[in-house]
């Protein structure tokens, strides 16, 4: 039998233009979980991925990450933010900071 993913339907969940503006700072500290645990597993940049050589194009710095790649970990982020309001839970941006 075949895997068939199954994530939590959010697409009519909203979210507060303050939570919003999460989605880019999650989004690159994403990737920079991603990039540090790759590199203690022995990955380096390579211009092409090569899993023989631990080689990755996108061990950059999220600002150079290009458009597509970006999206995926917004599309992460978004979608953790999204799941956490359906599960029930508020998220609210502390005043006195």
């Not at 645990?37 to 899993?51: A, I």
């Not at 982020?77 to 005043?95: F, P, Q, R």
Request: glycine fraction near 4%; charged fraction near 40%.
């Amino acid at each position: 039998m075949a895997y068939i993913p199954k994530p939590y339907a959010t697409q009519n969940i909203k979210l507060a233009d303050e939570i919003l503006d999460l989605i880019d700072e999650l989004a690159k500290n994403t990737h920079e979980n991603w990039a540090d645990e790759r590199m203690r597993e022995g990955w380096t940049y390579g211009k092409k991925r090569d899993d023989e050589f631990k080689k990755h194009p996108c061990l950059i710095p999220y600002e150079e990450l290009s458009e597509e790649e970006k999206k995926y970990d917004r599309r992460t982020s978004m979608e953790t933010l999204k799941t956490i309001k359906l599960l029930g839970y508020e998220l609210v941006k502390n005043k006195y900071e």
